[in-house]
């Protein structure tokens, strides 16, 4: 199985400054046949599903704002917010559907210090 | 609009049994793969398992804490996917969700393993 693994585990940045999350995986998700890496970001509230951000590493989904932004490949991938906002306080998942078992990582939650 | 709608959680005791179902709407479900995936309370998310369309061969993944145990199955002509839970242990205790990986995921519908 792909282990995923995120660091920090928690991470508490100042409004308006930068967070980084890190994600990385055991084996490289990157498909040759495609050039796709098979990893996925996602936000989760309390009680709420958690909410797509960036596919294929770096493909951002549809109304995601743009201080979110993604990128890496094979098997180290960041996310990072730019400039953080009260409303992107939120556990961070990332997550390889490259092969199943799907692996997620545990979580990296992010708060306003 | 794509819509997943779990139901079937409730408290069970170990050892028990119990199916979800989830109703799918706004896509073409007999040609989707369908995936589980949990949430345990104050924890993180994890894989339970997929099956593919039958016209991919229908073929079902399961992850190892719940292989021999779970059941996924669809029924393509109600657009439900269901997943049918037998030895059920108080670690199955979670949240769980129906989705279309990565982008489209259910609200989820929460199980109590508890005597």
């Known amino acids: 199985d792909i282990v995923t693994t995120q660091s920090p585990d928690s991470l508490a940045v100042s409004l308006g400054e930068r967070a980084t999350l890190n994600c990385k995986s055991s084996q490289s998700v990157l498909y040759s046949s495609n050039n796709k890496d098979y990893l996925a970001w996602y936000q989760q509230k309390p009680g709420q599903p958690p909410k797509l951000l960036f596919y294929w590493a770096s493909t951002r989904e549809s109304g995601v704002p743009d201080r979110f932004s993604a990128s890496g490949s094979g098997t180290d991938f960041t996310l990072t917010i730019s400039s953080l906002q009260a409303e992107d306080v939120a556990v961070y998942y990332c997550q390889q559907y490259y092969t199943t078992p799907w692996t997620f990582g545990q979580g990296t939650k992010v708060e306003i210090k | 609009e794509v819509q997943l709608v779990e139901s079937g959680g409730g408290l069970v005791k170990p050892g028990g049994s119990l199916t979800l179902a989830c109703a799918a709407s706004g896509f073409n479900f007999t040609s989707t793969w369908m995936t589980w995936v949990r949430q345990a309370p104050g924890k993180g998310l994890e894989w339970v398992g997929r099956?593919?369309?039958?016209?991919?061969?229908?073929?079902?993944d399961y992850a190892a804490p719940v292989k021999g145990r779970f059941t996924i199955s669809r029924h393509d002509s109600k657009d439900t996917l269901y997943l049918q839970m037998n030895g059920l242990k108080t670690e199955d205790t979670a949240v769980y969700y129906c989705?279309?990986?990565?982008?489209?995921w259910g609200q989820g519908t929460l199980v109590t393993v508890s005597s």
């Open positions: 099956i593919k369309s039958k016209t991919s061969g229908g073929t079902i």
């Open positions: 989705n279309i990986g990565p982008k489209y």
